[in-house]
Nanobody, 126 residues
Framework: QVQLVESGGGLVQAGDSLRLSCEASGRTSGINDMGWFRQAPGKEREFVAVLRRSGGRIYYADSVKGRFTISRDDAKRTVWLQMNSLKPEDTAVYYC???????????????????WGQGTQVTVSA
């Protein structure tokens, strides 16, 4: 089993930055891809960014390209999401997720992820 714990959310103003962290524990050796998803009230959980183990392939949702940066340190079992130029539409609960299967490319489909954190709230005021 793998446990994921997010931190770093908060209330900020439009244009500000936040850095989310996700620390993994347990049987982390089996994790390949780690990603971030978010869910706004009344909406489905959507893909934000994903990064393959050892700094491989990286994908971003079009809505966050150029503003968000995903990174990871496998030795520390931690993945980060640096969020710059935040907008009110970025307001959501952000979830860290891990995929234990080695796929051809990292998946942007939340259904393929085995492990999830509890989420951290990000609120961006106008």
């Amino acid at each position: 089993q793998v446990q994921l714990v997010e931190s770093g959310g908060g209330l900020v103003q439009a244009g500000d930055s936040l850095r989310l962290s996700c620390e993994a524990s347990g049987r982390t050796s089996g994790i390949n891809d780690m990603g971030w998803f978010r869910q706004a009230p009344g909406k489905e959980r959507e893909f934000v960014a994903v990064l393959r183990r050892s700094g491989g392939r990286i994908y971003y949702a079009d809505s966050v390209k150029g503003r968000f940066t995903i990174s990871r340190d496998d030795a520390k079992r931690t993945v980060w999401l640096q969020m710059n130029s935040l907008k009110p539409e970025d307001t959501a609960v952000y979830y860290c997720a891990a995929d234990s299967r080695l796929r051809t490319v990292p998946s942007t489909n939340r259904l393929y992820y085995d492990y999830w954190g509890q989420g951290t709230q990000v609120t961006v005021s106008a």
